[in-house]
């Protein structure tokens, strides 16, 4: 009598002949970009730690003059001086009725609101700057990377005896693209648009 294969050890053949299923990510993003995201977030919280203590309170107060709720106090605070020292308030007494105070308090409150807003954009300024150079390394890494990839593509090509319809622009394309030149041509196609500025 031949003896018959278990069922359960097929089960384990069928399971171990398949291949392994992986979950897909949770987040729906690459390694790659999770490293990015992270690498910029913990690049945030650095540069708010090294922030110093005025700077952390020229924002707090910004992030807060810059909310509804400043709004709705100034509302209630103006509102209510006005209102009691035009007399419309029964018992309380008109203690400003020419409105100097209010407009003292008014012009002395904008003078320290618009120095801590001018501190908290010197130091957005500051980031930003920092990540636009960060942003141009970035692209001339990438224009000089790509420059080399066409440069050895095209030696492929020349060497396989592959013509394209690109290889008229290929010589102009393998060439590295010098920035200061650039930033020239565009300054001076600037100033040749403003010939009356340098006119005496």
């Known amino acids: ?34 490293r990015n995201i ?36 100034h509302l209630a605070f103006f509102g209510f001086w006005i209102i009691a020292n035009l007399g419309w308030v029964p018992g309380v007494p008109r203690w400003d009725p020419s409105f100097v105070v209010l407009a003292m308090i ?23 700057s920092k990540r636009a150079d960060l942003d141009l390394q970035i692209s001339l890494l990438a224009e000089h990377e790509i420059t080399k990839l066409t440069a050895l593509v095209s030696s492929i090509a020349d060497h396989m005896g592959v013509k394209t319809d690109v290889d008229s622009d290929l010589d102009v394309i393998k060439q590295d693209v010098a920035p200061e030149a650039v930033l020239d041509q565009i300054e001076a196609k600037k100033s040749s648009k403003k010939p009356a500025d340098r006119e005496p």
């Open 1 to 34: 009598m031949n003896a018959q294969p278990s069922q359960h050890g097929g089960d384990r053949a069928e399971k171990s002949a398949s291949p392994p299923t992986y979950p897909p990510p949770s987040s729906g993003l690459s390694a790659v970009l999770e």
């Open 38 to 73: 992270q690498t910029l977030h913990q690049r945030r919280e650095r540069e708010e730690v090294e922030a110093t203590a005025e700077e952390r309170i020229a924002d707090a107060i910004t992030r807060f003059t810059g909310s509804m709720t400043f709004v709705y106090l």
């Open 106 to 128: 008014a012009s002395v409150e904008a003078i320290f609101l618009s120095t801590f807003v001018l501190i908290s954009q010197n130091r957005m300024s500051e980031v930003a």
